[in-house]
């Protein structure tokens, strides 16, 4: 999950800079304008993107769309359409641009590639979360102590745990763990 996360974070990074880094920084975009030009840096969007969809995003593609074939659409073929939906817009405009009106002819790659890699992320920090609450529990079921004092008619005995039987008066030293926790 971390690998695909950061392939399609380092596939993606090239992408957004190249399509948002002129809102930020004007004289980025007259850099880019006087070096590249408009045509060859939605070409590497393009490439980018495409790759960014092809690897790490090609999980939403392989489960969301024959899900949404079986109309019983699900998060994986959201993320595939709304993705396929801005790569296939931008590449119309990349490769056709007559076929749109000359004022719908931009490319929405940074969009497509961004929606996976903040769900690959996302997925890659939940997994993280998860594995660490479950080592988190592992190591409260060792604190767990291996015998119990009871009092037994007014005597205490030490008895391994798995004798506790319901109603035993269990002991406890202040701070102690409860012996008869998660048995």
């Known amino acids: 999950m971390r690998r695909r996360a950061l392939i399609s974070a380092a596939l993606t990074l090239p992408v957004v800079i190249l399509a948002m880094g002129g809102h930020m920084i004007p004289a980025f975009h007259h850099w ?9 840096s939605w070409l590497i969007q393009f490439a980018l993107t495409a790759a960014v969809l092809a690897g790490p995003g090609r999980v939403f593609l392989r489960i969301g769309l024959p899900a949404l074939a ?9 993320v595939a359409l709304g993705s396929l939906a801005a790569f296939g817009y931008s ?5 056709a641009p007559t076929l749109l009106p000359a004022t719908a002819r931009d490319v929405y790659y940074e969009a497509a590639a961004t929606i ?3 769900i690959l ?4 920090l939940e997994a993280r979360a998860k594995g660490r609450a479950g080592e988190a529990i592992r190591r ?7 015998t119990a004092r009871v009092d037994r008619g007014g005597e205490t005995v030490e008895l391994p745990v798995e004798e506790l039987a319901p109603g035993d008066i269990v002991l406890l030293a202040p701070a102690s763990g409860s012996p008869s926790m998660a048995s």
Do not use: H, K
């Open 121 to 124: 992320v996302g997925r890659w």
């Open 116 to 118: 996976v890699t903040l």
């Open 91 to 95: 590449t119309l405009a990349t490769f």
């Open 140 to 146: 409260l079921v060792g604190l767990r102590p291996a």
């Open 70 to 78: 079986r109309m019983a659409p699900e998060m994986n073929s959201l």
């Open 32 to 40: 880019i304008m006087a070096t590249i030009g408009t045509q060859t």
